[in-house]
């Protein structure tokens, strides 16, 4: 089986990734390959402290180009710290978003421009691409809900953002799926975790052969 895959989850708030995420995590170390599970932005000491300005609600005056500016530079230095060296150890990495994330959020729901971003982030990290992504899509409203719901989950600035916004990120998501059809998948994360996870698992699968 393929073991040094480059596998990205995106999707909106409120869907799932990090639980779907543990639950596949262990499925492939029960297949004996090693497996390096990490997000963004974060997942190293420089990457999380740009993460807590970043996803800061008291920060709601940064302009949307310095948004940008500081996911691509998280992103630059835990690619090059953390994930390229796990890949090229013969690793099995899964982030919790990357760059479809900045593409959907600022490029396309804030307007900068989808081209624009992707610049940005070819400037931090080359033009490396997940081998898949799987897209968790999901309607705002029942994100929303589902933070409001979980009362042990951070209120990050993006999870104020108005409905209209969140509504925008979804269709910045859909768009990124007629661009790269081929590398991202989609899955409906509006079902049980249990059918969440075998949908990506049967995904998965086929990319591991």
């Known amino acids: ?26 499925r492939i170390e029960e297949k004996n390959i090693e497996v390096l ?19 800061n609600p008291e920060h709601t005056a940064m302009d949307e180009r310095t948004e940008a500016l500081l996911y691509a530079a998280a992103r630059s230095q835990h690619y090059f ?5 796990a890949l090229d150890a013969g690793k099995l990495v899964i982030c919790d978003r990357f760059i479809d994330s900045s593409l959907a959020y600022q490029g396309f729901a804030r ?4 081209d624009e971003v992707l610049a ?8 490396k691409l997940p081998d898949v992504t799987i897209l968790f899509d999901l309607s705002p409203e029942v994100g929303l809900a589902r933070i ?6 951070e209120i990050n600035r993006l999870d104020v ?23 991202i998948k989609v899955v409906n994360a509006d079902q049980d975790v249990e059918q969440v996870v075998e949908d990506v698992w049967s995904i998965l699968l086929d990319v591991m052969q």
Not at 111 to 114: A, L, M, N, R, S
């Open 111 to 114: 307007g900068i421009g989808v």
């Open 81 to 85: 710290e953390k994930v390229r060296p």
């Open 120 to 127: 940005i982030n070819e400037f931090a990290i080359g033009k």
């Open 1 to 26: 089986m393929k073991r040094n895959l480059f596998i990205t989850f995106e999707g909106p708030e409120g869907a799932g990734k990090t639980t779907v995420i543990q639950k596949i995590v262990e």
């Open 161 to 183: 953002e108005s409905l209209a916004f969140h509504e925008k990120v979804r269709e910045g998501y859909m768009l990124l799926v007629e661009r790269y059809p081929e590398r």
């Open 148 to 153: 409001h719901a979980h009362g042990g989950r």
């Open 37 to 55: 599970p990490t997000r963004e932005p974060g997942g190293i000491e420089i990457a999380e402290k740009i993460r807590a300005v970043i996803l």
